[in-house]
């Protein structure tokens, strides 16, 4: 069934209020560029609305030239409260489909309006024609779906305040069909424009039946009204903004793996940053008329060897949030040995802004999306080179910060008086009206799915959603309510964009090196990935994957035709069938968009979905297309890299490998150490066994999309976050606040199975995981943040046994990560949000040796060679005995546990008297010679300087970053072995750690990161934690009287503004208490002063700070980690910032004081409770938590009838949407006379 498009007249967008000072049009010289920008309309020209200045319409238009004329004369808008203020909007309508909901077939078509909901109160102030579709035939209960969205508006702009937006109404009409007499008016729905410029795009209209005058003067009549349709549409109404950008803090690092690195080093850098100013102004594209994007040049780094400028300008960008989200900036890099009299006079770099005229070249160019800088202000990109030598093509990497003010359009400055919130809707998949037509576009068009698994069982369904991610970009879909069949019918559109402006769509350069800078660009995309999830605020739960190659769709053979919009429309010849046709035949006026050209289209119907933790009886399939618009030159084809189609096999021969190694080296480790945990077997021998009788060390997992083996390290990615959130205290507290949630195999066995391990995109979307994808999520986060990072699997004894265990004290295998830094070794522990710091673990000066030459490495290896055989030399003279001379038949006489004399070893009892001293001389050598054994706990570990307070792991097996793997082939325990991962390199035949991958490894085996960039989302909006919090409170003190009233008890709560207000200032003492580190000085301080405090000084005669102190130890129980301090505080911004939050919480705690002597309860009642934090905000699981606290128990189950409950609830955001959740519950009882004799 298809939809007719009438002819439509062209409508025009007239505004009452036209400001010629801010706009869009440009010339072309300096001086006429400043003129015509005075001139210049509000409205784009470009955009197909036309203002027309008429006589009659009688308005004034003023000409301001604060630049030629002198000092402009003062905006009437700046005097207006900020609600009153004049916006300009861009306004974008589309119809996805209707439903009949009556029980007759309806012969009907459509009509969409703006206007004011009450004209006669309310002027109208949006000029847009009305707008009709096509007549429909619609049976009962019947589903039309358009394959295409119907666009009914296109951009078109109109200027309103924050107020008139509430005043003003989209107007969506249903019009009955009557063949002969006049069309019956059937069905209307209105909403507000303040509603739609806050809600999803996406929307379902509920059409309700038009009643006459005499109906709605009947009060039954019109409070009875029905619905007759479900009409399903896309409204974008976005707000123009100036978005000003500011550059800072860029730093480049060239790659050691180019050959030019050295020459490369050695001469100055400077950077030049191109931003476009508007959608239709992107960098690297032609611009025959007007200005293009902007560009400035900054002046040369210093001559100090680092590549780092700390102001890179200023840049204005004029634009909806999504046009800027949609655009991109490019940085050039510029290299030369300019004279040091010309690089370092500021006059002359001021002269160089916009046109740098010192010799330089081109060095190489990042391109970098814009997507998200309006919520994260870190970027970082591959600077690349236009060479067809893949060797030299990646420069190296450059990052640095982009912070964006918005101010509405036409504003000179930013609003500070403006304290609200400014209406913006949420993010989803663009439109073909936001699309630029100068640009290649990546074409994923998927249609529907099928058999997705049940996320909720309470509705035995699933609330579906798309997630499609290619080139660092992510888009998502619309939710299609409780369906395991969604029909989505969405395409998503990603622009394909080449850094090298010579490589621009259908130049030579493009069919010139396609076979190497092409192929080398689109290879660094990477590849197309298509999630379903199931929609949920708190969590979220993957409903399935797949993913696609460049290759897939490059090396199909037949073409086919296509329009942006998807496949073309079958001629029908059929009469009724031409009357529900949603368009005609393409003709002459049609869009660029709707241009029918011969594509390579990737059919991926009946795809199988993949990497879903949820069960499900039948295979889950998605079906959907790819394809380039408009295709690349029928010449360019991928070839599939023989090591990606053997993976499988070359990591499984790898495997096989490092568990042989294993298996040897077990056996050696029993040997003196039998009754060990190193001494376990490396490997299962079946499925029954658990982590009790095994010591693993795994190297790969299962790839969550491809379902094939890869190594450990390609599960991490570095990710870039702000700096504000990479202190160790709050970086290690937000990792925390993800859910936890292990596999029933996993609990079951103590194992980290195979497909256990996830990568961090994938965890950030689910916003829960084991304890090893916080692991892997924490380990990203810190090698983003440049740390020594590494993932830590070991094994640890479960004090708090599993509900499916029966053991209580079992051996499990856990993960955390290890970090290297000045000497010390620090273990991050997300389940318990504990850092452990080892001092003297590891030299650093090795590491240094590393990254120098191989000459000089060479010269000192030989002299540690020297230093070490006159340290052995020195040692034999001390009494030890050599390695040689102890043999493996020697060991038999080693003192053992649970093992029984030999008969060889018994003898008559005169005879062994004759042989006790040589026989304990012989031992007591033995038991030395297995103390020097590398597998022995190191004595140096076990000094006072060196001793650690305490570590909860009883294992270390292997460690693994996104370079390589290690496995310890020390002692088992972490605190008694050393770190020195440097020693894989020098000793190859009995190295310390052994390296995964070799030297030549690393050179011929590549493997790609399963998330290469990840993508982390902002907070979510105070008005969606504000919601949530009153829903959790609600539904706490609903479950509370349920509870209850099922023991006939009645509930009554106290929640007077006072109480709840000193519980709020509670709960921020509490959460910002999980931001300190127990090991800051500031920490040690106040502990060393809490212990100085005598126990029996009464609270009156403490002073305030004695007071803050006792607080401190008693409530919040500090407690010092780490005898021996961190290597953190090395940091002066990190200790500015824990004295910070020490200065935050004595000021809350003396405004909590206040009121501590006369809390605000219920006469004659006394109060306690408890606060509780919780890593989610899943309410059932909230509620089955607090079930099993005893204090919570004793409350709700109290006898007492006069009793008032208390539950105050508080949310803090944090990125990705993740929430830190404290629930208080308290309640009042009545006070008896043995209160008063304790107090």
Request: charged letters at 30%.
């Amino acid at each position: 069934m298809g939809l007719l498009r009438k002819k439509d007249a062209q409508e025009e967008a007239v505004p009452t209020d036209v400001d010629l000072e801010a706009g869009d049009l440009t010339g072309t010289g300096d001086v006429i560029a400043e003129i015509v920008e005075a001139l210049e309309p509000e409205a784009d020209a470009g955009d197909g609305e036309a203002i027309k200045g008429n006589a009659a319409s009688k308005r004034r238009i003023g000409f301001r030239m604060p630049k030629l004329f002198g000092k402009a004369e003062e905006d009437p808008e700046d005097n207006k409260e900020p609600m009153d203020r004049k916006r300009w909007w861009e306004f974008t309508f589309s119809v996805r489909g209707f439903e009949n909901v009556t029980v007759e077939t309806l012969k009907l078509f459509w009509t969409v309006s703006l206007g004011s909901d009450n004209p006669k109160k309310h002027k109208n102030r949006v000029r847009l024609q009305t707008k009709f579709t096509s007549i429909f035939t619609l049976e009962k209960g019947k589903v039309f779906t358009a394959d295409n969205p119907v666009i009914m508006y296109e951009r078109k702009t109109f200027a309103l305040s924050y107020k008139e937006l509430e005043k003003h109404v989209v107007k969506v009409d249903m019009w009955r069909v009557s063949c002969w007499t006049f069309n019956e008016y059937f069905g209307v729905k209105k909403q507000k424009l303040s509603q739609i410029a806050n809600r999803d795009p996406n929307m379902e209209l509920r059409i309700l039946r038009k009643l006459s005058r005499k109906q709605m003067a009947d009060k039954k009549k019109a409070k009875a009204v029905a619905d007759v349709a479900l009409y399903r549409c896309t409204v974008n109404l976005e707000e123009i903004f100036d978005f000003d950008m500011f550059c800072e803090n860029w730093t480049l690092e060239l790659s050691r793996a180019n050959p030019e690195h050295k020459q490369m080093k050695e001469e100055r850098k400077r950077l030049t940053f191109t931003m476009p100013r508007d959608r239709r102004t992107l960098p690297g594209q032609r611009r025959y008329l007007g200005r293009g994007a902007a560009s400035q040049t900054v002046e040369w780094n210093q001559q100090d060897g680092r590549f780092f400028w700390p102001s890179c300008g200023k840049f204005v960008f004029r634009g909806t949030r999504t046009h800027l989200q949609n655009s991109y900036f490019i940085v050039s890099v510029l290299t030369g040995k300019p004279p040091a009299f010309l690089a370092n006079n500021s006059t002359i770099a001021t002269i160089e802004k916009h046109a740098p005229a010192q010799p330089h070249r081109v060095l190489g160019r990042c391109l970098l999306n814009l997507t998200s800088v309006l919520d994260m202000s870190v970027f970082q990109g591959k600077v690349k080179r236009f060479t067809p030598n893949h060797d030299r093509y990646i420069v190296g990497d450059i990052n640095g910060n982009v912070k964006c003010i918005l101010r509405s359009k036409g504003m000179k400055e930013p609003e500070l008086d403006f304290r609200s919130n400014r209406p913006e809707q949420l993010k989803t998949a663009t439109t073909v009206s936001h699309l630029n037509p100068s640009e290649r576009y990546l074409v994923v068009r998927v249609k529907k799915c099928e058999a997705l698994p049940v996320a909720d069982f309470d509705t035995g369904s699933s609330d579906p959603y798309l997630r499609c991610t290619w080139d660092n970009m992510v888009i998502v879909s619309p939710v299609v309510k409780q369906s395991l069949r969604p029909v989505f019918n969405q395409s998503f559109y990603f622009p394909v964009r080449v850094v090298f402006p010579e490589m621009r769509m259908g130049s030579k350069a493009e069919k010139k090196y396609q076979d190497s800078i092409l192929k080398y660009e689109l290879t660094s995309k990477g590849s197309i990935q298509i999630q379903v999830w199931d929609d949920d605020v708190t969590s979220a739960d993957c409903l399935g994957g797949c993913q696609v190659t460049l290759g897939d769709i490059l090396n199909v053979r037949a073409t086919q035709k296509r329009t942006l919009l998807g496949a073309l429309k079958a001629d029908r010849r059929d009469d009724e069938e031409e009357e529900n046709e949603m368009e005609e035949k393409q003709e002459s006026h049609n869009q660029w968009y709707e241009e029918p050209r011969s594509v390579r289209v990737y059919d991926g119907s009946k795809t199988a979905l993949g990497q879903s933790a949820l069960a499900n009886k039948d295979a889950a399939l998605i079906h959907f297309e790819a394809y380039f618009y408009p295709d690349w030159a029928e010449t360019l084809r991928f070839e599939d890299e023989v090591q990606e189609a053997d993976a499988d096999s070359v990591w499984a021969k790898k495997k096989d490998e490092w568990n042989s190694r294993n298996r040897q080296k077990a056996e050696d480790y029993a040997l003196p150490f039998p009754d060990s945990i190193g001494a376990k077997k490396p490997t299962e021998e079946n499925m029954m066994q658990t982590a009790d009788s095994l010591r693993r060390f795994p190297c790969v997992g299962l790839h969550p999309l491809l379902r094939i083996e890869v190594p450990l390290m390609a599960f991490v990615s570095p990710i870039i976050i702000p700096e504000e959130w990479s202190f160790p205290a709050k970086l290690l507290e937000w990792v925390h606040c993800l859910s936890f949630e292990i596999s029933q195999r996993q609990a079951r066995t103590g194992l980290i199975p195979n497909d256990g391990w996830k990568d961090p995109e994938y965890v950030l979307a689910r916003r829960k995981g084991a304890p090893q994808d916080h692991s892997v999520l924490l380990c990203s986060l810190l090698l983003g943040c440049k740390a020594d990072a590494y993932v830590v699997k070991g094994t640890v004894y479960s004090k708090d046994p599993i509900a499916t265990t029966d053991k209580s004290d079992q051996l499990i295998e856990h993960a955390w990560v290890m970090t290297r830094e000045k000497g010390w070794v620090t273990f991050w522990e997300p389940c318990s949000r504990q850092t452990f710091h080892l001092p003297n673990r590891y030299d650093p000066r090795k590491v240094k040796r590393k990254r120098t030459d191989q000459l000089v490495i060479q010269e000192e290896r030989e002299e540690e060679e020297q230093d070490e055989e006159a340290d052995e030399e020195k040692q034999q003279w001390e009494g030890e005995a050599e390695d040689s001379r102890v043999h493996l038949e020697d060991m038999e006489s080693l003192p053992t546990v649970g093992r029984m004399p030999k008969p060889k070893m018994r003898a008559d009892k005169a005879k062994k008297k004759e042989e006790e001293p040589g026989r304990e001389r012989l031992k007591r050598e033995l038991i030395e010679q297995r103390e020097g054994l590398p597998i022995a706990p190191k004595r140096k570990m076990l000094q006072d300087d060196n001793l650690v307070t305490w570590l909860p792991y009883d294992s270390i097996e292997v460690i693994f970053n996104d370079k390589n793997s290690w496995a310890n082939r020390q002692n088992h325990h972490p605190a008694c072995i050393t770190y020195d991962l440097e020693d894989a390199d020098e000793d190859a035949e009995n190295p310390t750690w052994e390296r995964f991958l070799s030297s030549e490894d690393e050179q011929n085996l590549h493997f790609q990161p399963i998330c290469p960039n990840v993508s982390v989302q902002p907070e979510l909006k105070p008005s969606i934690i504000d919601e949530l919090q009153d829903d959790l409170r609600t539904e706490m003190m609903q479950n509370l009287q349920l509870y209850r009233g099922k023991k006939g008890m009645d509930t009554m709560f106290d929640h007077n503004e006072e109480l709840m207000q000193q519980l709020r200032i509670f709960l921020d003492i509490q959460e910002l208490w999980r931001l300190i580190d127990p090991d800051s000085p500031a920490a040690r301080r106040v502990f060393d002063e809490y212990k100085a405090i005598p126990r029996d000084l009464p609270k009156d005669q403490m002073s305030d700070q004695q007071r803050f102190q006792r607080f401190v130890g008693d409530t919040l129980k500090l407690r010092l980690w780490n005898r021996h301090g961190g290597p953190f505080f090395d940091n002066k911004d990190y200790v500015k910032e824990q004295d910070h939050h020490w200065r935050v919480l004595e000021k809350l705690y003396k405004e909590f004081q206040k009121k501590e002597d006369s809390f605000p309860i219920k006469r004659g009642k006394k109060f306690k409770g408890f606060p509780v934090h919780f890593c989610t905000s899943d309410q059932e699981s909230i509620r089955q938590y607090l079930m099993q606290i005893k204090q919570y128990k004793q409350i709700i189950d109290t006898d007492e009838e006069d009793v008032y409950y208390t539950i105050e609830c508080r949310m803090i955001g944090r990125l990705s949407g993740i929430l830190s959740v404290w629930l208080y519950v308290g309640i009042q009882e009545p006070q008896r006379e043995a209160d008063f004799l304790e107090e």
